[in-house]
């Protein structure tokens, strides 16, 4: 039975860098109340992110009239989801077309076989799978699939379709694309832990090519794991204002809790310092330490993720892909385990190896 190879990974961001301007909206949010100003900057500047990228164009002052300059995003009447998802139908295409040319199929974009889309921020029917395979030139009788609402773990449930789809038929081309706006689900709150929630989220796309063709990164094993009594810390909910995250600040001990009871249950029982490469999906500062501690890593063992949130923050079901790519022309034969975590509180474990 054949392998199936990661055999390239293109991204692409939004032109519009927010971080410290959605800082500056979050904090307005709280005037009046030093105390708890305090705490949100004091947490903020500790978030490990100093840039983050959005579709939505920023006004000139994060504590005017609107967030945007286009005046969506006015104070006291944000959006309702419909027109949140107007905003995912306009920029979303755009966006994952700009990440599918970067992978430079060129003639050969006919020959995908499989797409395979996932996202957690905005749906609509026709969609972005059929956008794609028009803007890009693919094949119409390509075979589609979209994996939806799952979170930032998606992205390994993904690569878990492609691997069973071209070991199944071994001359599939599979054309995988992460696609988030994010930050389309900007809120309106006083509630600290909303705030520095969405503190992390930006927007951006990976594409990815996988077939049995060697090279790149060949895709080992999957196992997923639900972490006990922690359902309702991790959450994604369709509401009338957008989507809401509940994102708790338990999330990180109990990530911790969950990985080192039994690391060899995803490693396959290999020993941790087996391991060569890891890329752990940059949930957040304090979701990579759990990380690190819960396997006793080397310091410099998730430079990669923390590299990833420093400069793009946490762009969902793109993040992880943002990560592994930076391992792609890494030399042949390095052992690494790739994990994402979502809303349950589950993990998404992956199992790879350099290929050169």
Known sequence: MPHAFVNRIATALPPNEVHRYFLGFANSQLDGDPGRQAVFNRLADRSGIERRYSCIRPSEDPRGASVDVEGVFRRGAFPGTAQRMQMFERDAPDLAVEAVEKLDLGDRAGSITHLVVTTCTGFSAPGIDLEIVARCGLDPSVERTII????????????????????????????LVNIELCTLHLKETTDLEKLLSFCLWGDGCAAS?????PGGLRLDRFKAMLAADSRDLMSWSVRDDGFDMVLSGRVPAAIQRSLGTDPGAFLDGRPVDEISLWAVHPGGRTVLDAVERALALPADALRHSREVLRNVGNMSSATVMFVLRKMLDMPAGLPGCAMAFGPGLTAETMLFETAG
């Open 148 to 175: 939806g609402f799952m979170g930032c773990y998606a992205a390994i449930n993904g690569l878990k379709l492609a691997h069973h789809i071209v070991r199944s038929t071994p001359d599939a081309r599979v054309l």
């Open 209 to 213: 090519l996988i077939s049995a063709e």
